[in-house]
């Protein structure tokens, strides 16, 4: 139904024509899932099932082994869907990727979260034609939203809690939270009582957002991401008693089990007005920077495999 283009990552420096092709990737994964599919949520479980099978799907034709992690609600089942990036030399040590692909009620959750599952998608595809000494898992996660945020019944506090049963060895993760709204306008850019000091008045960069224990996490991901991407960038870590929005995404399910992890978000509802409204459609997202993003989240991740 849809025409993709192949990957072209494999160098960082595209030409224009590559970029665009690229750029409408990540529009088109954002359209299907927020506009043709739209709500998708417990309360909308059948286009919930077919956000799943699209992603799925787009997996698959990466030429990924795919799996689901399925678990059941009121008789329905629920999945987290998985494709894995077997690492050569040391397969055992785990870096995740993620990004909920669930809506809240009464949105079409365009920029939250499509957004970061056209993300998570172009980097998968991007990385499957790479040879990596670790293993890359990523993990489209279900059920991110409220009412089931914080529950055991979150997507990824199922994940977590089945890796940390297994011992398996996470070393850092990447959530994928809303990361398509930008503004150069002035006071565009709101934050929590104080911050506003510290940090620009304009929506126009991606922030890497980390908790205490993942800082040494954070500064390897700062230093590469601008290496390889010309979007501006800010970063915070912060304990979450002080700024509890940072754990307001799928990281907190690996905090709260003592893994390291980063968010990386275009703030959400600091900045986008449309944030959690039936407004939040995919023609006002920015995918020129969501490809920027992406660019130099690819450098991260070579670097973070090595």
């Not at 809506?103 to 990385?127: C, M, P, Q, Y």
């Not at 709101?190 to 304009?202: A, E, I, K, T, V």
Request: glycine share 8%; charged share 25%.
């Amino acid at each position: 139904m849809y025409k993709f283009i192949g990957c072209l990552f494999l160098v960082l420096n595209l030409g224009t024509s590559e970029e665009k092709s690229l750029q409408e990737n990540l529009k088109i994964h954002t359209k299907v899932l927020s506009s043709d599919i739209g709500e998708r949520n417990f309360s909308k479980y059948q286009n919930l099932e077919k956000a799943g099978e699209y992603i799925f799907k787009e997996f698959k034709s990466y030429g990924y082994p795919v799996k689901e992690q399925t678990y059941y609600l009121e008789g329905k089942p629920f999945k987290n869907i998985i494709a894995i990036k077997e690492g050569k030399r040391f397969p055992k040590r785990i870096i995740v990727v993620g990004a909920h692909y669930d809506s809240v009620i009464g949105s079409k959750g365009a920029d939250d979260n499509a957004s970061g599952v056209a993300g998570l998608l172009e980097l998968a595809r991007a990385l499957s034609k790479v040879d990596l000494n670790k293993t890359v898992e990523f993990v489209a996660f279900v059920n991110e939203e409220p009412p089931l945020f914080m529950t055991e019944d979150m997507g990824s506090l199922r994940y977590v809690k089945e890796a940390k049963e297994g011992s398996r060895e996470i070393v850092g993760m990447l959530c994928l939270e809303s990361i398509g709204y930008y503004s150069d306008e002035k006071n565009s850019q709101q934050y929590p009582f104080g911050f506003g000091l510290f940090y620009p008045d304009r929506g126009n960069f991606i922030a890497f957002v980390s908790n205490l224990n993942s800082k040494p996490l954070l500064d390897r991901v700062v230093k590469e991401f601008r290496k390889n991407s010309k979007l501006h960038s800010e970063y915070l870590v912060a304990p979450i008693i002080l700024t509890p929005a940072i754990s307001f995404s799928d990281n907190y399910s690996f905090w709260r089990y003592g893994y390291k992890a980063i968010m990386v978000t275009d703030t959400a509802f600091y900045r986008n007005p449309y944030y959690h409204t039936y407004s939040d459609t995919f023609e006002r997202l920015d995918y020129e920077s969501i490809l920027k993003l992406v660019k130099g989240l690819y450098g991260v991740l070579l670097k973070l495999c090595e």
